[in-house]
């Protein structure tokens, strides 16, 4: 059972410029959410998708967007970046209603921006 | 705002040695994760509390919740080099399924022989 996937592991870019990182659900779940986390820092929230509609966002500015498709399969886009963009960028999955409670979170996407 | 404090943010320990990380958190939750990250890593998942007094064990670690004190510790028992890792907590204040977790900055642990 594959867990939860992303790509590219790694990406270079400037900044003004765009990025989309994508992420596949474990197989099963239904929720994903995607979290910034910057060198020696905790991960931060940025939003959550489920039933393909944004259902929580956190303090992140209108260049970070996101989509869901029917598949569950997840995209994050960034636009306009900037330096303090730079950072790994975490995607967790779960199946809502789950008793566990457990998020699973898959290996990330190191952004830098130069 | 919820504010998730970790102590301590650095730990260096000795093999064998016992000790503790603590987790102090603002408002009301019962939902409390811990998460070890190896660097470069992602987070894996160490444990999930979902009440108040629950306790759970996995090999050398117990966590444990208060919900009351609004706090939770990772006890850490004859440490080994392998718990060498960035270890977080992460509560989720929705008390139900909204699963938005807010992280602590992380206790780096060192294990030395």
């Known amino acids: 059972d594959a867990g939860v996937t992303q790509s590219p592991t790694h990406l270079i870019k400037t900044r003004g410029q765009q990025v989309t990182l994508r992420c596949s659900p474990k197989?099963?779940?239904?929720?994903v959410s995607w979290y910034q986390q910057a060198l020696g820092q905790g991960p931060q929230f940025i939003f959550q998708?489920?039933?393909?509609?944004?259902?929580q966002r956190g303090n992140f500015p209108d260049r970070f967007s996101g989509h869901q498709f029917p598949n569950y399969s997840s995209e994050l886009n960034v636009n306009a970046l900037l330096l303090g963009d730079s950072a790994l960028y975490l995607c967790a999955s779960i199946r809502t209603g789950a008793g566990t409670g457990e998020l699973f979170f898959g290996e990330g996407s190191r952004l830098t921006v130069l | 705002e919820l504010k998730v404090e970790q102590n301590p943010l650095f730990l260096s320990m000795q093999e064998g040695k016992n000790y503790t990380i603590y987790c102090n958190y603002s408002t009301t939750s019962d939902r409390l994760y811990w998460y070890r990250q190896d660097p470069g890593k992602s987070l894996e998942s160490l444990f999930v509390l979902l009440s108040n007094g629950a306790v759970k064990q996995e090999g050398r670690l117990m966590a444990s919740l208060d919900t009351k004190a609004r706090l939770s510790t990772l006890h850490i028992t004859a440490a080994v080099h392998d718990l060498s890792a960035t270890y977080f907590c992460?509560?989720?204040?929705?008390?139900?399924?909204?699963?938005?977790?807010?992280f602590g900055k992380g206790t780096l642990l060192t294990v030395n022989p």
């Open positions: 998708y489920y039933e393909e509609e944004e259902r």
């Open positions: 197989s099963g779940h239904d929720t």
């Open positions: 992460a509560v989720d204040p929705s008390g139900g399924s909204n699963y938005k977790l807010t």
